[in-house]
């Protein structure tokens, strides 16, 4: 049995940006990676645009929990995507990174979402399942 590559997404608040990464990985490749995520400085739930808009391609991820970026959890990632460039990690990250820089979706609507959504599905596409 062979252990899938696990991806972890990182952005600030471990809210908005990084559950989408690993929301959308989740849905794109379940059976190819592990996806994850955590936030340097996580908020207190899920941003519900984000989970809307993660809902409408059939995946709830209202019930998940925002959680910090560990030193573990960078050991045991084999890539990092940080959805923020310039983040403070506790550590240096053991896998591979890929720097992405998508806007912070505090206050957005879901309408306003849907675009980085798609935004952010095409860049899993094309750097980590069609590399």
């Known amino acids: 049995m062979t252990t899938k590559p696990t991806?972890?997404?990182?952005?600030?608040h471990n809210s908005?940006?990084?559950?989408?990464?690993?929301a959308l990985l989740e849905i794109a490749a379940p059976d190819r990676y592990t996806a994850t995520s955590a936030g340097v400085s996580p908020a207190g739930e899920v941003n519900p645009s984000i989970a809307a808009t993660v809902g409408e391609l059939g995946l709830d991820i209202t019930g998940r929990v925002p959680r910090r970026v560990t030193a573990d959890l960078l050991e045991h990632a084999d890539i990092v995507v940080l959805m923020k460039p310039g983040l403070e990690l506790p550590t240096e990250p053991r896998g591979a990174v890929h720097e992405w820089s998508f806007p912070d979706p505090?206050?957005?609507?879901?309408?306003?979402?849907?675009?980085?959504?798609d935004a952010v599905t095409e860049r899993i596409e094309r750097e980590l399942l069609n590399p």
Not at 7 to 12: D, E, T
Not at 16 to 22: E, N, V, W
Request: proline share 8%.
């Open 7 to 12: 991806v972890l997404f990182i952005c600030k």
């Open 16 to 22: 908005g940006r990084s559950q989408l990464g690993a």
């Open 106 to 117: 505090t206050s957005w609507s879901p309408e306003d979402v849907r675009p980085m959504r």
